[in-house]
T-cell receptor, first 114, second 112 residues
Framework: EAQVTQNPRYLITVTGKKLTVTCSQNMNHEYMSWYRQDPGLGLRQIYY???????DKGDVPEGYKVSRKEKRNFPLILESPSPNQTSLYFCASSFQPGLLYEQYFGPGTRLTVT | AQTVTQSQPEMSVQEAETVTLSCTYD???????LFWYKQPPSRQMILVIR??????QNATENRFSVNFQKAAKSFSLKISDSQLGDAAMYFC?????????FGAGTTVTVRA
């Protein structure tokens, strides 16, 4: 089954404790992206990757890191989480960069930072 | 920079009736895509409908249709014959280059 998976689905952590949210897709997609969803703000793009070893900032990259060492994986790293990073996070992938005619979304990760 | 605005935080519709969700956007690009995504309580993002900016014909998917007004930068979604399963948050989104920008969302409730 074609899908984007994220782990963990739920995470409660404390300020400053490094964490990684994994994202994996099995569709051989070139393009992958991370979004955060906050009430009243919709989804905002954090980082995206056009292919292996090619990443770039989205609209809200501060406090986040990403890497793309393999085509299928695109982990999101929070080196020192803060309470303002409490949010719902989505990973998504698309067959190709350029015009994103369709993105496949993961199930979301609910992160709480206390 | 590109922006997407959904001016209706909430909409309510009677089952079997029609509801229209508004979306306006701003972009300097001439080539782009517009989308409506549905997010039910499960939080899964589900693509409802897609419109290519270079196509004048409005997209339709079963009970879902759009009214795309390129000059006015408007992209509304019409849900006909509303069903209880249509209750969700709906997001309008705009893509060009490598970015996808979303509106704040409209919560649709369906009254039985």
């Amino acid at each position: 089954e074609a899908q984007v998976t994220q782990n963990p689905r739920y995470l409660i952590t404390v300020t400053g404790k490094k964490l990684t949210v994994t994202c994996s897709q099995n569709m051989n997609h070139e393009y992958m992206s991370w979004y955060r969803q906050d009430p009243g703000l919709g989804l905002r793009q954090i980082y995206y990757s056009m292919n292996v070893e090619v990443t770039d900032k989205g609209d809200v990259p501060e406090g986040y890191k990403v890497s793309r060492k393999e085509k299928r994986n695109f982990p999101l790293i929070l080196e020192s989480p803060s309470p303002n990073q409490t949010s719902l996070y989505f990973c998504a992938s698309s067959f190709q960069p350029g015009l994103l005619y369709e993105q496949y979304f993961g199930p979301g990760t609910r992160l709480t930072v206390t | 920079a590109q922006t997407v605005t959904q001016s209706q935080p909430e909409m309510s519709v009677q089952e079997a009736e029609t509801v229209t969700l508004s979306c306006t956007y701003d972009t300097s690009e001439s080539d782009y895509y517009l989308f409506w995504y549905k997010q039910p309580p499960s939080r899964q993002m589900i693509l409802v409908i897609r419109q290519e900016a270079y196509k004048q014909q409005n997209a339709t998917e079963n009970r879902f249709s759009v009214n795309f007004q390129k000059a006015a930068k408007s992209f509304s979604l019409k849900i006909s014959d509303s069903q209880l399963g249509d209750a969700a948050m709906y997001f309008c989104a705009l893509s060009n280059d490598y970015k996808l920008s979303f509106g704040a969302g409209t919560t649709v409730t369906v009254r039985a």
